[in-house]
């Protein structure tokens, strides 16, 4: 009976020491989120892949746009604390070489979404994630809770669409991160939805941004007649898309007419284009870091 006893406290022991562990990962997951949005501004993934093979940590320090001539010693410690990080996550490779060199440092499957240039790329949408003005709401998260509100008006004064309206910088960032996340999107609808639209003449993309999304449609289908309709100081920025005009507007008071109104619904149901186990459990941090922002 003692035996047994002993065997209990020492589980419950190991299960709070466990318990403690993931705690302290708890806290400071933030770095995982700091290093990546460091790895996205410094280009590090684009500077492996321009060499289209691994490259040992000097290289990478070239090509992250330093003005001087050649690495410092801070920088080249800074840079592999980043990637020895950034490695453990497995977001990049690192290979010793046989012969002693330099380690190389390589592409996976995960850091080829932080290609800025990429035709899938989420580094916009990190960029707008990680930036202080986004991250500035999750500090009032506890006072939505227990007073109601908005978390992005307690820290800002206002929503986020009017705050874009006055700030060019976050207006770009928004756009930018909410094209990268709605490229990946449409082309899997595009791609699944074929033979949705043969009967369709004109689409109109409700809140589409800079136009993109319903620019994949026209492209997909060229007798589709294309019209994009958001804010005005959101379209204003908008590029030209072949088949499709960019209207400003309030969704509120009026929306252009189209034979199909299109528009993006977040749900908890599906994890749609995401067709992993966990799509419940991504879908639904989506749907959480929206409603911080929004």
């Keep these: 009976m003692g035996i047994m006893e002993d065997n209990k406290e020492l589980i419950e022991a190991e299960a709070k020491q466990q318990g403690q562990a993931e705690i302290w990962q708890y806290m400071f997951n933030f770095v995982d989120s700091m290093a990546l949005r460091s790895a996205v501004e410094l280009r590090i993934a684009d500077t492996i892949h321009s060499h289209g093979r691994p490259i040992t940590l000097s290289q990478i320090a070239s090509g992250v746009g330093s003005s001087s001539s050649s690495p410092s010693p801070d920088m080249i410690t800074c840079l592999s604390r980043i990637m020895r990080l950034l490695v453990c996550k497995k977001i990049f490779t690192a290979s010793r070489p046989v012969d002693g060199e ?87 609808l595009v791609s699944a939805y074929k033979d949705g639209f043969g009967c369709v003449g004109s689409v109109v993309d409700v809140g589409g941004g800079t136009g993109e999304g319903v620019a994949e449609i026209v492209k ?75």
Aim: aromatic share 12%; with cysteine; hydrophobic share 45%.
């Design 102 to 188: 330099e380690t190389l440092y390589g592409l996976t499957h995960s850091s080829t979404w932080l290609l800025r240039d990429g035709d899938t790329t989420l580094a916009p949408w990190i960029l707008l994630l990680m930036d202080p003005i986004a991250l500035a709401p999750w500090q009032y998260l506890s006072s939505c809770v227990k007073d109601g509100g908005f978390a992005f008006e307690k820290a800002h004064g206002c929503d986020i669409w009017k705050y874009a309206s006055t700030d060019k910088e976050l207006n770009k960032l928004l756009n930018d991160g909410m094209e990268s996340k709605g490229r990946i999107a449409m082309k899997a």
């Design 220 to 294: 997909a289908h060229p007798w589709i007649t294309g019209i994009n309709f958001d804010f005005p100081h959101v379209v204003a920025t908008a590029p030209s898309y072949a088949g499709v005009s960019h209207v400003g507007g309030n969704m509120f008071e009026a929306i252009p007419k189209a034979d199909v109104v299109f528009m993006k619904v977040r749900s908890l149901s599906t994890g749609f284009p995401y067709k992993r186990p966990n799509n419940l459990s991504v879908s639904f941090f989506l749907n959480i870091v929206i409603k911080i922002l929004i």
